[in-house]
């Protein structure tokens, strides 16, 4: 299990839900946190010294190389969030559908002009916000215009960044963010350019992270069931080394709600 667990509030609820399940089955959860370049001389000792059992995989690239390295090993692996590798498990958020919501919410509450700060476009949920945003657009005949798209990384500074960006290239009165961390940032560069939230701009991010209603305002997001999905996660590694069948890889994709706070809704 590798990830930006240091940086990012998800990754530590997803930790939570991935012990909870090993805890339930007297499995012991290490922390695998590496960077790239460090992570092939780490994985080969720890794969050929069989100190684990089996890998869950958070916040990898498409395509990442690792995953198959892990399957060529026979490597028992379960992947969070979706893979295109037919051989292994998943265990995803409904991203799509999420995104959908949020461009819902955004155009019922009276917004016109939808703009949106992206995940990381190498990642499968990257892609997947930024393809439901479009279609929650094309649901009510909207276009979502390049001039009102930036490419975000998930973290608050990357989202303060691109909102400055956003506000120096196009005029909007709604905004997705695809994850809460990323709304933080760009409400922050908002209130900078003298706009306020609500009012001028309404904000919804992605995540649920409990900071959310801590936040000023609070934040309307998106919930997926994180600390779940480390659970499932969890579950589906653990049913795979303990069944005694050929195990069939499993496709879990959990559903998302959204959640209205004060970042979008102009108190009357």
Not at 56 to 78: E, F, H, R, W
Not at 113 to 127: E, H, K, N, V, W
Not at 174 to 202: K, N, Q, W, Y
Request: aromatic share 6%; hydrophobic share 40%; net charge negative.
């Amino acid at each position: 299990f590798y990830s930006r667990l240091v940086t990012d509030p998800f990754f530590s609820i997803l930790a939570h839900g991935i012990s909870s399940a090993c805890n339930a089955k007297d499995y012991t959860l290490m922390l695998w946190l590496v960077d790239p370049d460090y992570e092939k001389r780490t994985r080969n000792n720890i794969l050929n010294n069989r100190l684990i059992d089996g890998i869950i995989v958070a916040s990898n690239v498409i395509d990442d190389p690792l995953i198959q390295s892990l399957v060529d090993q026979k490597t028992p692996i379960v992947q969070v969030g979706r893979n295109s590798n037919p051989n292994v498990s998943s265990v995803d958020a409904d991203n799509i559908t999420g995104a959908r919501l949020a461009a819902e919410h955004l155009l019922n509450n009276g917004r016109k002009q939808l703009a949106t700060i992206t995940g990381p476009i190498d990642r499968f949920s990257g892609q997947d916000r930024l393809a439901g945003f479009r279609q929650g657009l094309k649901d009510h005949d909207l276009d979502l215009p390049e001039e009102r798209i930036v490419y975000g990384d998930f973290t608050e500074d990357g989202g303060y960044l691109q909102a400055k960006m956003l506000l120096s290239q196009t005029q909007f009165d709604g905004l997705f963010a695809a994850s809460d961390v990323t709304a933080f940032g760009a409400i922050r560069a908002i209130r900078e350019a003298g706009l306020r939230v609500p009012e001028d701009v309404a904000v919804i991010g992605f995540d649920d992270l409990p900071s959310c209603l801590r936040h000023n305002p609070p934040l309307t997001t998106i919930h997926q069931p994180i600390h779940q999905m480390g659970f499932v996660a969890a579950q589906t590694l653990i049913d795979q080394l303990e069944s005694n069948a050929a195990f069939s890889p499993q496709r879990v994709i959990l559903p998302v709600e959204l959640i209205q706070r004060a970042s979008t809704i102009i108190p009357h």
